[in-house]
């Protein structure tokens, strides 16, 4: 505030994957430091990590976000009314986060979302054979049996963020393309061949909902491969 935010009219808190997540924890409070004639607002970029069981059935990621929640007593920051029903590690996750924030919020993210399909999906710890080791590296590898499997993890995802769709000043962008972090790459941003949802690129959306010029800038791709403006992102 010293070094001159405390002078703006506009703020946005913004971040990518683990500053994704961030940006939701600290949303509402990073809002409450101004005065309320400030439009704050906040976009998680690929932070809306899920919890769901990886292909050997186990909840694996929750052990690490468990680890994260008691080492850095991240409970101080989680919602108080999740805290009141579930564990503070459940409350840590983004499905039940969205739930209590009241900051104007947009969520960029994959469906498809890579890092989450090698880490959380099919992380080490669930002995991959090489056909998934192969499908978590480049999605165009996997088998129709395997896109079966991404595409629950997926629909998990649009399950998860319907909540957003009764919040009026929210939006999202949630697209089809394995990839992750897309506000920090101008090709994924805002470039001629960036991913497209209803024929607008990320930077339009967001643009639209920020300035407000579109009520409910709320895009969902379907189901991986439709999309064909995601080509550029995949890996070579």
């Known amino acids: 505030m010293e070094k001159g935010l405390a002078n703006a009219t506009q703020a946005l808190l913004t971040g990518c994957s683990a500053g994704g997540l961030a940006t939701l924890l600290h949303c509402d409070d990073f809002s409450a430091r101004f005065p309320q004639e400030v439009s704050v607002k906040c ?63 947009f969520i960029l993210n994959s469906g498809y979302d890579s890092w989450q399909i090698r880490y959380v999906l099919v992380p080490g710890s669930s002995a991959p054979n090489k056909a998934w080791l192969s499908c978590k590296e480049n999605i165009q590898n996997c088998s129709s049996t395997q896109i079966e499997v991404l595409d629950g993890f997926r629909n998990a995802m649009v399950n998860d963020l319907k909540v957003v769709e009764d919040k009026e000043d929210w939006g999202m962008f949630i697209d089809s393309c394995f990839t992750h972090c897309q506000t920090i790459y101008g090709i994924s941003w805002n470039s001629p ?44």
């Open 43 to 105: 976009l998680a970029d690929a932070g809306f990590f899920l919890d769901v069981k990886d292909i050997s059935g186990e909840r694996s990621f929750w052990s690490v976000y468990d680890g994260v929640v008691h080492l850095q007593n991240v409970r101080e920051v989680l919602p108080k009314d999740c805290l009141a029903n579930k564990e503070p590690t459940e409350c840590f996750f983004p499905a039940e986060l969205i739930k209590s924030i009241r900051t104007p919020t």
């Open 193 to 236: 061949i960036s991913p497209r949802l209803g024929n607008k690129t990320i930077a339009e959306v967001v643009g639209a909902w920020h300035s407000r010029r579109s009520q409910g800038a709320k895009e969902i791709d379907c189901e991986y491969p439709c999309n064909p403006t995601c080509s550029s992102l995949l890996p070579t």
